[in-house]
């Protein structure tokens, strides 16, 4: 059974960077979808970036195109987020889960599996 495990979130200024870890246990991650997700205070869980198994597609929501970059490490069987020039508008609790498909960014919640962990809170604020 895969399980998820994120980590890498803190407090940063804006304009700052972080980098968020999508740590598997118990199965290979390349086989799966990924995807990255995010839910702020008040607000609905959103699509931020997925990536295709075995180093296929990845795609981004336009908020974040240019500025976050999702990869893989098939040694450490890890998932990435770097995130560069935050804004406070990027705070939120992120979540990594697998996927049956990235889809689009508007449907990849909606094709989410149920393997969401506790996430890793990323604030941003001067």
């Known amino acids: 059974q895969l399980q998820l495990v994120e980590s890498g979130g803190g407090l940063v200024q804006p304009g700052g960077s972080l980098r968020l870890s999508c740590a598997a246990s118990g199965s290979t991650l390349d086989y799966y979808n990924i995807g990255w997700f995010r839910q702020a205070p008040g607000k609905e869980r959103e699509g931020v970036s997925c990536?295709?198994?075995?180093?296929?597609?990845?795609n981004y929501a336009d908020s974040v195109k240019g500025r976050f970059t999702i990869s893989r490490d098939i040694a450490k069987n890890t998932v990435y987020l770097q995130m560069n020039s935050l804004k406070p508008e990027d705070t939120a609790v992120y979540y990594c889960?697998?996927?049956?498909?990235?889809?689009?960014?508007?449907?990849?919640?909606?094709?989410?599996?149920?393997?969401w962990g506790e996430g890793t809170p990323v604030t941003v604020s001067s």
């Open positions: 889960t697998a996927a049956y498909s990235c889809g689009t960014i508007a449907t990849m919640l909606h094709y989410a599996m149920d393997l």
């Open positions: 990536t295709s198994k075995r180093g296929g597609n990845t």
